[in-house]
């Protein structure tokens, strides 16, 4: 089965994922930014102890046995963090399926992260499957858990719930437009956060952002999920507008279009961060039927091989900085013509 990450998904030409995080820590062991490095290791025996238990395909794998490469790969991909990826304790594991729409990190900012994952608005969708797994883990595991706060995480922030939902929304439209100014404050104002593509201190990248509740206690998952997908629905109505504004000044919008995929497809050295700026118009023109070469599995292929780690993945071997700009129009051409 193909991975989610280069599936089409509803309303895909805004909306490109979805994802439903729940934070989940172990009673008899001290969080985090507490533990011992032996205790660290006991939550990986508790968690390997019951894998097999959770089904889903899901495998155990600890962080110590990926190489550099594989693991930035799988942060370009969103399925881990940043900040997991380094784990300068040593102490990281994931339970990861096939198509790498479940993935649950060990020993990140709580004991257990589990994350669900979709391509395009299907957050509904998700908030059922993470409450399916988390039934079953709570069978296995003994979580930590107030009475009057419900489940109890590192971070305040998260307390409640534990649940946080986010959508990755690509906006070039407003951004072109002027407008995304007013996004972010409609946003905020309806007590949601709006960050980079990496979450939390990080900045957007080719008119991409991710859209995530603030508030986890005090409120039911299913509140979280109609108040996010109230918003979203908001954000996909201004976006198509924006589209549709521009596409009134037809010659310079195409103009744009044309001149980012002409570059995308003729270049002969390309650096990642010049490609994403690229592929944001390349992506708006095929949205928009103004490139009819492409679709949206292409463009999603696009998006992903252009990534530093995800190119080494795909050619097969390491490669310096010089290389990848010059293997990278290499293997653009190919997905174009494929």
């Not at 990986?44 to 238990?53: D, G, H």
């Not at 110590?64 to 990281?92: C, Q, R, W, Y």
């Not at 906006?171 to 980079?196: D, E, Y």
């Not at 998006?303 to 290499?330: C, S, T």
Request: net charge neutral.
């Amino acid at each position: 089965m193909q991975n989610w990450y280069l599936q089409n998904g509803k309303d895909s030409d805004v909306v490109i994922s979805s994802r439903v995080r729940l934070a989940r820590n172990l009673e008899e062991i001290p969080f985090p930014t507490k533990y011992s490095k032996e205790q660290a290791k006991r939550v990986l025996e508790k968690v390997k102890e019951i894998a097999p238990s959770i089904g889903y395909g899901i495998k155990y794998m600890e962080l110590n046995d990926f190489d550099d490469i594989t693991k930035v790969s799988l942060v370009e991909k969103h399925v881990i963090s940043p900040e997991f990826a380094m784990n300068k304790m040593k102490t990281g594991a994931i339970l990861l399926n096939d198509e790498e729409n479940i993935c649950m990190m060990i020993n990140e900012e709580d004991h257990l992260h589990m994350q669900v994952f979709a391509s395009g608005l299907e957050l509904e969708n998700l908030k059922n499957l993470a409450i399916e797994l988390d039934e079953k883990l709570d069978k296995l595991l003994n979580y930590a858990t107030h009475e009057k706060y419900g489940y109890l995480t590192s971070c305040p922030t998260n307390v409640g719930t534990a649940m946080r939902a986010s959508v990755m929304v690509h906006l070039p439209a407003l951004t072109m437009t002027g407008n995304i100014g007013k996004i972010f404050n409609i946003v905020n104002g309806f007590g949601m956060n709006i960050r980079g593509i990496y979450g939390e201190g990080t900045q957007s990248q080719g008119e991409f952002y991710q859209i995530s509740n603030k508030q986890s206690l005090g409120i039911t998952e299913n509140d979280i999920i109609k108040n996010l997908n109230i918003i979203i629905e908001k954000v996909i109505e201004q976006e198509r507008m924006a589209r549709k504004y521009l596409a009134k000044n037809s010659i310079d919008l195409e103009d744009r279009v044309y001149r980012a995929y002409g570059t995308l497809a003729y270049a002969t050295k390309l650096s990642s961060d010049e490609c994403k700026k690229l592929l944001s118009f390349v992506k708006l023109g095929t949205d928009l039927g103004i490139i009819k070469e492409l679709n949206d599995s292409k463009i999603s292929k696009l998006y992903l091989y252009n990534q530093p780690a995800n190119l080494q993945k795909y050619v097969g071997k390491p490669l310096d900085g010089y290389e990848r700009e010059i293997k990278r129009p290499e293997v653009i051409k190919e997905i174009i013509q494929s």
